[in-house]
């Protein structure tokens, strides 16, 4: 029932079609979408892709995601509605798989640099900045008052500690690239996707270990490894946001 996509934003083309097989009642409410997996060959596009959109629907109130269950349709065909003023939002957000790309190609270069030009002011900084975040993450325990808001507290600290680093980096060029890519990361879609790799457990944990190693590297002056750990982390990001799959089977 699904066809290939192809164009610039797929996630998008997926969204809808979802939307339009809804409206015409061959998925129901109630109905489970196939696995990530399945989708991605039923569409011919990228997990980070299917991630995307399953994402875009879940903003738009047309799927759930049930944990260790699957995605499953959450309205029918008389209910369901394709929220202007959210599809236009997602329009203009930027896919956050390009996101991640750019941070990806960004980031590492930037720590390393950070590493061997930031003055001790600035060093003072970011270890003041990277205890506001760990201070925020350490409350984002699940259960907890305000969860939610926590959560999305944290992410934005850790938007900040990243922006530091760019600009502790002293290539203006390179920082302000970078500070428009790290201004898309307080858009909806992005910040949606990002709170799943939050909530999962351990995540808070590991980011914490991550985010401390490639401080203390900065800290050291040591561009090698501020480089290598700043990759490990993104590369986490992937790992987390756009590749891991729970099958129920």
Same mark, same amino acid.
């Given at each position: 029932m699904f066809e290939q996509v192809h164009s610039k934003k797929n996630y998008l083309q997926i969204v809808e079609?979802?939307?339009?097989?809804?409206?015409?009642?061959?998925?129901?409410?109630?109905?489970?979408?196939?696995?990530?997996?399945?989708?991605?060959?039923?569409?011919?596009?990228?997990?980070?892709?299917?991630?995307?959109?399953?994402?875009?629907?879940?903003?738009?109130?047309?799927?759930?995601?049930?944990?260790?269950?699957?995605?499953?349709?959450?309205v029918d065909a008389s209910e369901v509605t394709l929220n202007g003023g959210l599809f236009k939002e997602l329009l203009a957000n930027h896919s956050p798989y390009e996101i991640f790309e750019a941070r990806l190609g960004l980031e590492p270069c930037l720590s390393s640099m950070a590493a061997s030009r930031a003055c001790q002011e600035e060093k003072n900084a970011l270890m003041e900045q990277l205890e506001r975040l760990n201070a925020a993450g350490r409350l984002c325990v699940p259960g907890a008052e305000d969860y939610e808001e926590k959560v999305h507290t944290y992410m934005e600290e850790d938007r900040k500690l990243h922006l530091l680093i760019g600009k502790i980096s002293h290539n203006s060029v390179l920082y302000m690239v970078f500070a428009g890519v790290n201004l898309m990361m307080t858009e909806a879609h992005w910040k949606a996707l990002?709170?799943?790799?939050?909530?999962?457990?351990?995540?808070?944990?590991?980011?914490?270990?991550? /985010?401390?190693?490639?401080?203390? +590297?900065? #800290?050291?002056?040591? %561009?090698?490894?501020?480089?290598?750990?700043?990759?490990? /982390?993104?590369?986490?990001?992937? +790992?987390? #946001?756009?590749?891991? %799959?729970?099958?129920?089977?």
């Open positions: 079609q979802v939307r339009n097989l809804v409206v015409t009642g061959k998925l129901k409410k109630g109905d489970r979408l196939p696995p990530e997996r399945e989708l991605s060959m039923h569409f011919g596009t990228s997990r980070a892709s299917i991630r995307e959109a399953l994402s875009a629907l879940e903003i738009l109130g047309i799927i759930e995601s049930k944990s260790g269950q699957g995605n499953f349709i959450k990002k709170s799943k790799g939050v909530i999962k457990p351990g995540n808070v944990e590991k980011y914490e270990e991550e /985010h401390n190693a490639i401080v203390q +590297a900065i #800290l050291q002056g040591n %561009e090698k490894k501020a480089q290598e750990e700043m990759i490990r /982390h993104i590369s986490d990001l992937d +790992a987390d #946001l756009f590749q891991t %799959e729970e099958d129920t089977k």
